[in-house]
Each structure stands twice: as C-alpha cells, then as structure tokens.
T-cell receptor
Framework: SQKIEQNSEALNIQEGKTATLTCNYT??????LQWYRQDPGRGPVFLLL?????KEKRKERLKVTFDTTLKQSLFHITASQPADSATYLC???????????FGSGTRLQVQP | DSGVTQTPKHLITATGQRVTLRCSPR?????VYWYQQSLDQGLQFLIQ???????AKGNILERFSAQQFPDLHSELNLSSLELGDSALYFC????????????????FGPGTRLTVL
C-alpha cells in the first residue's frame, strides 16, 4: 500500500543549529514533492516544491533534497530560530492521481 | 492571510446532528479541497472540487457530502454526527485541477473546529 512516513517523534534542537527532517515514501511515483509548515490550530502553509528531476532546492534558510532512488526527501533549516518551531509536513502527488497526499508531519522545537 | 476563508471558526453540536461548513477560495482559484485533521493526526484528504465538479475523492464517509457552487464557494455537509467526527476541518484552494506543479500549490484556510458532544 502507499505510505508517506515522517518521524512522529518531535525533533528538539538548539537555536543556531541545522534541523533536518525526513520524508520517506513507498509505492508512489511522485512528479513532485512539497513541504508545508503548520502551526498549532492553523492551516498548513506552503514552503517549497521540488520536482522529481531536481536534486536540491533552496529558499533562504531552507533546503530540500529529493532522492527518487531512495524514495526520500530531506528538509533542512539552517541557523534555526525559535520561530521555526512548528510541524512540518511533506506532501506528494502520484503521477496517476490528482490530489496531494500529506505525511503526518514532524514537530520541530527549537530551544533558545 | 492565505485568502481562503472558512466559517464558522468553531462549531459545537450533539451526536446525530447535521452541520454545514463553508469555504470561500482565494480569488481566481478554481479548485477547493476539504481535509479532516483529528487531534494529533495528519491531514486526511476528503474531497476535491474543480470549477463546480467533483474531481477527486479521498476517505470521505458516506455521511459526509460536499458541493461547489457557481460562485466557487464550497460547503461540506456532515450528518449523523458521531463523537469521532470531532476534528479540525480545513479547506484549501488552488488554481489548477491537480497534477500540475505549476498550479497545484494549496492555500489553506484557518479551519473550522468541530466538537461533537
């Protein structure tokens, strides 16, 4: 069956360090993958999209990698700040499907 | 502010009742998506409409139905409510109908928190 797996355990890091979150998927052939940020009680907010033929994408302090062989995407936040504390969701659409499927998210806590 | 509006913000009702959640997409967006997020659970895709027509269906219960009107706003109807239906319900919109990276970024509303007692 199709699965998108993100670390369900919260990730705690110190301010200034790099946070790395993982998204693994099985039985998908994604055309692209997206990352969203969700704060408690609020709707997710789009951050980045990476295509299947792209290895890496950057936006300010964010970096996303996409390895279709490993079926994995890594999401990095460099020089992390307490304001980066949130849940981060990966989402992908299968080539043959029409709707995004979201992972369950990983909660990031950045300690000052 | 994403530009997507949802009403009401909170809804408290009893088991067996029926409620309607409303969503207005961003100006220019033709697709509307509905998601359910239970406590500590991920986003569960329910249904998508594109320009008034049902486009994709997820794990939507038969007790739930939705529609998109000519002015593109959408309503999600939940009937015969059960305790387990208590959740945050999000609406999202996008320009495209799905399958295109250029038009598929979803913009989420603030959600409706439904509590079934």
């Amino acid at each position: 069956s199709q699965k998108i797996e993100q670390n369900s355990e919260a990730l705690n890091i110190q301010e200034g360090k790099t946070a790395t979150l993982t998204c693994n998927y099985t039985n998908y052939s994604p055309a692209y993958l997206q990352w969203y940020r969700q704060d408690p009680g609020r709707g997710p907010v789009f951050l980045l999209l990476i295509r299947e033929n792209e290895k890496e994408k950057r936006k300010e302090r964010l970096k996303v990698t996409f390895d279709t062989t490993l079926k994995q995407s890594l999401f990095h936040i460099t020089a992390s700040q307490p304001a980066d504390s949130a849940t981060y969701l990966c989402a992908l659409v299968d080539v043959g499907r029409r709707a995004l499927t979201f992972g369950s998210g990983t909660r990031l806590q950045v300690q000052p | 502010d994403s530009g997507v509006t949802q009403t009401p913000k909170h809804l408290i009702t009893a088991t067996g009742q029926r409620v309607t959640l409303r969503c207005s997409p961003r100006s220019g967006d033709l697709s509307v998506y509905w998601y359910q997020q239970s406590l500590d659970q991920g986003l569960q895709f329910l249904i998508q409409y594109y320009n008034g027509e049902e486009r994709a269906k997820g794990n939507i219960l038969e007790r739930f139905s939705a529609q998109q009107f000519p002015d593109l706003h959408s309503e999600l109807n939940l009937s015969s409510l059960e305790l387990g239906d208590s959740a945050l319900y999000f609406c999202a919109s996008s320009v495209g109908l799905g399958g295109s990276e250029l038009t598929d970024t979803q913009y989420f509303g603030p959600g409706t928190r439904l509590t079934v007692l």
